[in-house]
Every structure is written in structure tokens, then in C-alpha cells.
Nanobody, 133 residues
Framework: QVQLVESGGGSVPAGGSLRLSCTAR????????MGWLRQAPGKEREGVAS????????YYADSVKGRFTISQNSAKNTIYLQMNNLNPNDTAMYYC??????????????????????????WGQGAQVTVSS
């Protein structure tokens, strides 16, 4: 049974930093894509960052490029989301998600990466991030 266990949410002032962690259990970690998505009150869930654990290939939404970093520790079956220079627009419930698959390229040569919620198969329980102005 696939389990994704998140930790690390909290409240910070604007400009602060937080790191989220997600530990995967119950499957072969290296054959999965993993990602972080967030959902603010009244808004749709959106992709933030994703990583193909087999090659450490990453994707970032434009809104977080240069501020957030997704990384992994394969020995611990864990991914992280380091969030720097946070602003109130980053306030949301952050979800860890996973999708089974082996890395592949799109027709244009770029790596396929899951981005939207429907791309993923498994979900964590969520971690609240609140940024005050």
C-alpha cells in the first residue's frame, strides 16, 4: 500500500523560509515521479514542483522558480521542498503526490513531468503553509 507522509508546514512572515518533507512507503521509490501541489482557499489545486526520482529531473511552476527547490534523498525515500522568500500568495495546503512510471521523453525531446493533479496516482495528507504579510 502506497503511503506518503508529509511534515514541515507552519507559519512564517513574508520573506521567510520553510522546508517540507515527504517520505514514501510501500513502493519502489526509484520508479516514480513525485511532486508538490498546493491548494489555497477557494482556488483549484495547482502543481508547484515535481521530480523524477530515477534521474533527479525537475519541474517548477513559474510562480516559484528561483524561490523553491525540490530535492530527494533516495536512501530515505524522501523528497523535500525548500521554500525561500515566501510571500502571502504562497499560503496554501501543500500536498505531496506520486505517480508510478519510468522516465520518458515527449515528442519534442523534453522530459515528461507530471504537473496537474490528474497526473498523479497517490496523495499525502497535506501540510499547511501560512505566510503573513
Amino acid at each position: 500500500q502506497v503511503q506518503l507522509v508529509e511534515s514541515g508546514g507552519g507559519s512564517v512572515p513574508a520573506g521567510g523560509s520553510l522546508r517540507l518533507s515527504c517520505t514514501a512507503r510501500g513502493y519502489t521509490y526509484s520508479n516514480y515521479y513525485m511532486g508538490w501541489l498546493r491548494q489555497a482557499p477557494g482556488k483549484e489545486r495547482e502543481g508547484v514542483a515535481s521530480i523524477y526520482t530515477g534521474e533527479s529531473i525537475t519541474y517548477y511552476a513559474d510562480s516559484v522558480k528561483g524561490r523553491f527547490t525540490i530535492s530527494q534523498n533516495s536512501a530515505k525515500n524522501t523528497i523535500y521542498l525548500q521554500m525561500n522568500n515566501l510571500n502571502p500568495n504562497d499560503t496554501a495546503m501543500y500536498y505531496c503526490a506520486a505517480k508510478k512510471g519510468i522516465g520518458r521523453r515527449n515528442w519534442d525531446g523534453t522530459w515528461y513531468m507530471p504537473i496537474v493533479p490528474r497526473d498523479y496516482d497517490y496523495w499525502g495528507q497535506g501540510a499547511q503553509v501560512t505566510v503573513s504579510s
